[in-house]
Nanobody
Framework: QVQLIESGGGLVQAGGSLRLSCAAS????????MGWFRQAPGKEREFVAVINCSGGSTYYADSVKGRSTISRDTAKNTVYLQMNSLKPEDKAVYYC?????????????????WGQGTQVSVSS
């Protein structure tokens, strides 16, 4: 069983930055692909970014590419999402997710474990 706890959300002005954290327990990151998803009110949960179990491969949604960076600290068993140049449309609840295996995925149904989410709000 994997437990995921997100933190780092908050309210920022447009153009600002936030770093979200996802602390994993129960298994090490070396056996997990880790993803970030977000869900805005009234919308489907959507893919944001993913990093594979070796940390050597990442992939981003077009909406955040160039503005966000996913990374991890294996010593802390924690994954991060650095978001820069935030826009009002980035406002959502951000979820961390984990899946076993070597491959990355951008679809929610491929992830077995989810955190409780952290709210990101961006004022214009």
């Amino acid at each position: 069983q994997v437990q995921l706890i997100e933190s780092g959300g908050g309210l920022v002005q447009a153009g600002g930055s936030l770093r979200l954290s996802c602390a994993a327990s129960g298994r090490t990151l070396s056996s997990l692909a880790m993803g970030w998803f977000r869900q805005a009110p009234g919308k489907e949960r959507e893919f944001v970014a993913v990093i594979n179990c070796s940390g050597g491969s990442t992939y981003y949604a077009d909406s955040v590419k160039g503005r966000s960076t996913i990374s991890r600290d294996t010593a802390k068993n924690t994954v991060y999402l650095q978001m820069n140049s935030l826009k009002p449309e980035d406002k959502a609840v951000y979820y961390c997710a984990a899946r076993s295996g070597l491959t990355i995925a951008i679809v929610t149904t491929f992830y077995s474990y989810w955190g409780q989410g952290t709210q990101v709000s961006v004022s214009s």
